[in-house]
Structures are given as structure tokens and as C-alpha cells.
């Protein structure tokens, strides 16, 4: 007698810490969100950012809608900012949101305000993920996402600024290190409390701005300190080609990398065999947003032969990428194409 088909949950979670699944699952762990979603969703940005409802409708479409394991009702990476004193200008349907000020940037003794978890933009996350939990808890997973503390350093000093004094003043950069990881911690178990089942560490400490001694050397510690921290499954998000790290990253302890088409699949696999799974690495400009479904496909099966776990895009997605495009990761994964 066959087994019965796993169910979302339990597809994705087996997948991510390394066991055998009936088939490969499909997810996102940064957003999945397109201007075609928040039409079906009838949610849209800026609104989608700053209100829970409209946050929890859209972020269940990815389920509801694109057949994908996993919901995540986070789309921007500016939540955390707007708690921590910068000015964010929210967006439109066709924008994400963006930091105009950066309160360290003058700041000698780095400081950030106190009871930035009660802020809004902290307190909306936390409503849709245990609205999420309710209505989805059984069945999907529930991923929450933090900033690291590297890109909570980008916010609050401004990126020229920050990766200069990472050069010219290392014990101002280390200090604001020091200082946003318990932002990150904390905001991950609150996520975690309010109904999230993984947690996504997003750090852009990436191939090209960061060598990968400089983050051997200040940031590993800490994400190996954040890791430890994190009581739940952890994916870490990092852009680019990081090809040049991932032997750092397998060594944050972290469960899963979620990795971009400019790492090679295979020397991927082979760096984190058996230490830490993969999820991604579709390519978001070429095939997802301007390619066609059997572009797309070609890239899933190429995934998949090459020892991916899970099937994502590499990041966050296009606003203006078309559903079906999207689609064609579950088709794929189902066996349909």
C-alpha cells in the first residue's frame, strides 16, 4: 500500500532539515507578492505593509493561489527601520518600500529607542503571522523573516556609510553589529510566539560589497550567536553570489541557505551536503519575470537534478511577474510538466 501524499507542512519541514518526501516541495521564504496576487487578494501595497488583514489576505494567496507549501506575510525589509526611528517611504502596487533616513548615521554611541517591538510596523507582523496561524497552522508552513544585523546596520547608517566604517572604523561597525542582533533575536522569537513554525535570517552581507573574510571575521560570530538564539527551523537569505561563503554559512548552524541563480547548483549541493539544505534558485529577471513556463520548468528540473531540496525563487519576485510563471514551480514538482 502507498503512502498517502504529505501534506504542505510536513513536505516542506522534512525537506528543509534533510529527510525524504514524497516530492520536492515549492516555497518562498522573502515574498512571492506580484501586482496580480494583490488584485486577487483584493490587498494591496502600501496598505498590505502596515495592516494586518490585508497582510494575512495576501500573504495566503501564495498558498491559496499559487499552490506553494508555505505562506510568509512579510514582503518588505524595512519593517524593522520604521520601528527603529528611520523614515520609510512605503511604496505603491509597483514599489516596494524604501529607508530615507538613517538615525545612526550622526549617532556616536549608536542608541536605538526603546520598546521598538510595540512600533506598528512590528506589531502588524505579528498580528497576520498569529491570524496566519489560525487559519493555516495545521496544514502550511508559517515562515516569519527578520533583517540581520548587518542589513539593519545598511538602515540605520546609510550602506556607503556603513561599509566604509567596516574599513576605516571597524569598532563603530562592530558596535552597531553588536547592537541590532538583539533586535534580530528578539523579533524572531516574537514571530516565533506569535505563530511562526521557521524563521528566514535575511543578511545581505553578499559577494561584491563583503569579502568573505571580513565576513568570516565580524559577522559569522554573530550569526552563529543569532542561530543558537533562534529556537525554531532557520533558512538564511543572503543575495548574489555567495559561492565564496557557504562554507561560512553551513558553519552558522543554520538548517537551510536560500541561494540566487549566480551560485552553481552543484558546487552548492557539494559544499552543504549533509550540514544544510538549499532552497531556491529560479532566477527572477530572465525567467520568472520575462521568461516562459518551459524556460521556467527547464531551470526547476536543472534544480532538482542537481540536488536542490526545495524549489523557490531566488529572492524576492518582481512585482509585474506573471502567475503563471510562478505556477509552473508546483506544476513542475507535481510532476505535470
Not at 543554520?254 to 552543484?266: K, L, R
Not at 534544480?303 to 518582481?318: D, K, Y
Request: include cysteine.
Amino acid at each position: 500500500m502507498s503512502k498517502p501524499p504529505m501534506s504542505p507542512k510536513r513536505r516542506f519541514l522534512t525537506a528543509m532539515m534533510g529527510g525524504s518526501v514524497d516530492r520536492v516541495p515549492v516555497g518562498n521564504v522573502v515574498s512571492v507578492i506580484t501586482v496580480e496576487l494583490m488584485e486577487i487578494a483584493q490587498a494591496w501595497f502600501p496598505e498590505a505593509h502596515l495592516n494586518s488583514e490585508a497582510m494575512t489576505r495576501l500573504a495566503a494567496a501564495s498558498y491559496e493561489v499559487l499552490g506553494y507549501d508555505t505562506v510568509m506575510p512579510i514582503a518588505s525589509v524595512t519593517q524593522e527601520a520604521s520601528a527603529l526611528g528611520c523614515d520609510v517611504e512605503w511604496g505603491t502596487p509597483e514599489l516596494m518600500p524604501s529607508v530615507k533616513t538613517h538615525p545612526f548615521a550622526e549617532m556616536q554611541d549608536l542608541l536605538i529607542v526603546e520598546r521598538w517591538i510595540e512600533a506598528p510596523a512590528i506589531q502588524v507582523v505579528l498580528d497576520a503571522l498569529g491570524l496566519l496561524r489560525k487559519a493555516y497552522g495545521e496544514r502550511v508552513v508559517i515562515v516569519g523573516k527578520v533583517m540581520g544585523p548587518w542589513t539593519l546596520s545598511y538602515h540605520m547608517m546609510g550602506v556607503e556609510d556603513f561599509l566604509v566604517s567596516t574599513l576605516q572604523e571597524p569598532a563603530r561597525a562592530q558596535r552597531s553589529l553588536d547592537i541590532l542582533k538583539s533586535v534580530t533575536i528578539d523579533f524572531a522569537i516574537a514571530q516565533m510566539k506569535a505563530g511562526a513554525d521557521v524563521i528566514c535570517l535575511a543578511d545581505h552581507a553578499t559577494g561584491g560589497m563583503v569579502s568573505p573574510d571580513m565576513y568570516r571575521d565580524m559577522l559569522l560570530p554573530i550569526h552563529q550567536e543569532i542561530i543558537a538564539e533562534i529556537g525554531c527551523p532557520t533558512v538564511l537569505h543572503c543575495c548574489g553570489n555567495t559561492t565564496d561563503r557557504l562554507r561560512y554559512f553551513v558553519e552558522t548552524g543554520v538548517d537551510c541557505y536560500h541561494f540566487e541563480s549566480q551560485v552553481n547548483v552543484e558546487e552548492a549541493v557539494s559544499i552543504a551536503a549533509g550540514e544544510m539544505t538549499l532552497i531556491g534558485n529560479i532566477n527572477n529577471p530572465e525567467l520568472l519575470l520575462s521568461g516562459t513556463p518551459e524556460q521556467v520548468a527547464n531551470a526547476c528540473h536543472h534544480a532538482i537534478r542537481g540536488g536542490v531540496q526545495i524549489l523557490s525563487p531566488e529572492c524576492a519576485v518582481p512585482l509585474t511577474t506573471p502567475i503563471e510563471n510562478l505556477q509552473t514551480l508546483v506544476d513542475v514538482a507535481e510532476g505535470k510538466l
